[in-house]
């Protein structure tokens, strides 16, 4: 079953997120990560409007979003942000048929 990873962002420092920016995509395909949506336009609808930057990413299954996350080289990246230059809410979900799944 396909798995999404959901992220909401803040950017502080664009320069050094970029860093970060620069290296993920190609971590995430290591896993079979397909991004479905990343810094489009977007209307907050509900909730408070402190984050700026959305982003969607389909893996192939659970555990391999979880192993990219987890992995070496995402950590390596993410480095580039945890530093104070960006703030970041993620989560990895199953996807599910319908709204009658919980």
Same mark, same amino acid.
Not at 35 to 47: A, D, I
Not at 52 to 69: G, L, W
Not at 71 to 82: E, I, L, N
């Given at each position: $079953? ?7 962002? @803040?950017?502080?420092?664009? +320069? ?5 920016? &620069? ?20 209307? $907050? ?7 700026? @930057?959305?982003?969607?990413? +389909? ?5 391999? &979003? ?37």
């Amino acid at each position: $079953m396909p798995a999404y990873w959901m992220a909401r962002s @803040r950017i502080n420092n664009q +320069e050094n997120y970029s860093k970060y920016t &620069a290296l993920v995509g190609d971590i995430l395909k290591q896993y079979g990560g397909k991004p479905l949506s990343r810094g489009g336009r977007y209307q $907050m609808m509900e909730g408070p409007d402190y984050f700026q @930057r959305f982003v969607i990413v +389909e893996f192939p299954t659970f555990e391999d &979003a979880v192993a990219c996350f987890e992995s070496d080289g995402y950590k390596a990246a993410a480095a580039h942000r945890r530093d104070g230059s960006g703030e970041v809410e993620t989560v990895i979900m199953d996807a599910t048929e319908g709204m009658g799944a919980n």
